[in-house]
């Protein structure tokens, strides 16, 4: 999308403005910070108003407003299997069965609901597993905001991903948590703001200046092959889209970005209802995106190389009002970094560098959060071959921690070792496919009906085996998640 050249100042400077504001909101945040509680999880003291908002925030981001709606003009709505169909069903799962339990456990970060569980080599193991799952996304943020930054200001990209990273960073340095969250609200709100906008304006386009008339349009024109949300004709492709729909509606229940949040509610109450909130908002503004997709197809039929919603906002937006998508997409952006760098960096800090440094818990997670960044800065420089590669492994939170988070939530287990035997079965199957290339379980070797099964849910049901495989299911002693005692540690830990 290019702007009008007398208008890059009005840009220039609402977004400059815009940053101010941001560490504005940081430096009020840092007053809050008196120790890690309140650097790491906000003194467990967010209101229902802001903890559904930082949820939705955090995963509104680049890969919703543009990647989604991307995919979705070109392949149709089971294209938004993962994102907001899978994602957006997370929410809502965490809501209903994880946010309570984990909540009443007072815990910081995840890795440490598998000390408590299963003792500190599933907690090391976990930590492992999840703090590089990170590394990728941060990068291709940092790619994707520079990226705007070379469209508008001509800015080289080497110096973009250093002043994109710097932005990101600082503000999340100051106030950690609550930094994080304060900017989130405000992020959340300019995005909704500037999706609504662009899309009344697009659909009165396509209506010839009625919203409803543009709507019919659409389900009249559009290929309904584009409009099947998922397979109905062939079990294979279903079968494709099952893996990548639970990838993303499991996948990330275990992620500390999400947990993090839940931990910082005030109640066990306000954390359930947060996640369901957010969950209902993020399906239903997840789809304005995947609406706008379907618009472009009709009225740039020929063009289906340019990202959509910046194009639209070429085409129909009044210069001025562009720039509040401009600033928008920017929202939705830093918004997503904050967090993913924040994440990691409390997991580093509290559950691997604690354990062998003498600096205090404040100072470590400081550290971290630089340390998280420049790696991901690193990666951002090393070319998209190398983020995309760690990018990829987000999967890894499914198929080695979610069965044991899940079974461990709704048990007392004797030891670690069931957990340990999952979390290196699932992300060991997993790894072994994807170092070989193979996009499938057992590529080339014919299944039952000729099926092949997706990789992400046979590296799951394998770590599930082999959970079940050491502790068997008539061996499990099951509890109610209620009477999990926030201290609790295993009878003996491996």
Request: glycine residues 10%; charged residues 10%; hydrophobic residues 55%.
């Amino acid at each position: 999308m290019e702007i009008d050249p007398s208008l890059k100042w009005l840009l220039a400077t609402t977004m400059i403005l815009y940053v101010v504001g941001m560490y504005l909101i940081g430096y009020y945040a840092q007053r809050k910070i008196h120790g890690t509680v309140d650097f790491l999880v906000a003194g467990r003291k967010l209101p229902l108003s802001l903890a559904w908002m930082t949820l939705l925030a955090t995963w509104f981001g680049a890969g919703t407003l543009l990647a989604s709606a991307d995919e979705v003009r070109r392949e149709g709505l089971q294209a938004a299997a993962l994102d907001p169909f899978g994602a957006g069903v997370c929410l809502l799962l965490a809501g209903m069965f994880f946010a309570g339990p984990l909540w009443r456990m007072e815990l910081l970060t995840v890795p440490e609901f598998f000390r408590r569980k299963f003792g500190v080599s599933a907690e090391l193991l976990s930590s492992c597993i999840m703090v590089p799952s990170y590394f990728g996304w941060v990068a291709a943020q940092f790619v994707a905001l520079a990226g705007v930054l070379q469209l508008f200001f001509g800015i080289d990209p080497m110096i973009g991903l250093t002043l994109v990273a710097v932005i990101g960073t600082g503000y999340t340095l100051m106030g950690g948590m609550w930094s994080v969250t304060l900017t989130d609200a405000v992020q959340i709100a300019l995005v909704l703001i500037g999706l609504l906008i662009l899309a009344a304006v697009s659909l009165g386009e396509l209506g010839g200046g009625s919203i409803w008339t543009g709507l019919a349009r659409i389900s009249k024109e559009t290929d309904p092959a584009m409009l099947e949300p998922f397979p109905t004709k062939n079990v294979a492709a279903f079968l494709g889209w099952l893996g990548v729909f639970l990838t993303g509606a499991l996948g990330n229940l275990p992620g500390q970005d999400l947990m993090q949040r839940v931990f910082a509610a005030k109640s066990a109450a306000t954390a359930r209802w947060a996640c369901i909130v957010a969950g209902l908002c993020y399906l239903s503004f997840g789809l304005i995106p995947l609406l706008l997709a379907l618009v472009g197809n009709l009225l740039f039929p020929d063009d289906v190389t340019s990202e959509i919603l910046p194009a639209l906002a070429h085409a129909f937006l009044h210069p001025a009002v562009a720039v509040v998508f401009v600033v928008a997409l920017l929202s939705a952006v830093l918004s997503t970094i904050d967090s993913a760098i924040l994440s990691p960096a409390s997991v580093l800090a509290e559950n691997v560098l604690a354990k062998f440094s003498g600096h205090d818990s404040l100072t470590l997670n400081r550290l971290s959060v630089l340390g998280v960044a420049l790696c991901s800065l690193a990666l951002a420089y090393a070319g998209q071959d190398a983020y995309a590669l760690l990018e990829a492994a987000y999967v890894l939170t499914l198929v080695g921690l979610f069965i044991p988070l899940t079974i461990g939530i709704y048990s007392r287990p004797q030891n670690g070792r069931p957990a340990l035997a999952s979390m290196i079965v699932g992300t060991g199957v997993w790894g072994i496919h994807f170092v070989s290339g193979l996009e499938t379980f057992l590529q080339g070797v014919p299944l039952i009906g000729g099926w092949e099964l997706p990789l992400s849910l046979a590296a799951t049901g394998c770590s599930l085996l082999a959970y079940f495989a050491v502790e068997p299911p008539w061996r499990i002693k099951w509890e109610s998640p209620e009477r999990t005692s926030t201290n609790a540690e295993p009878p003996h830990p491996s």
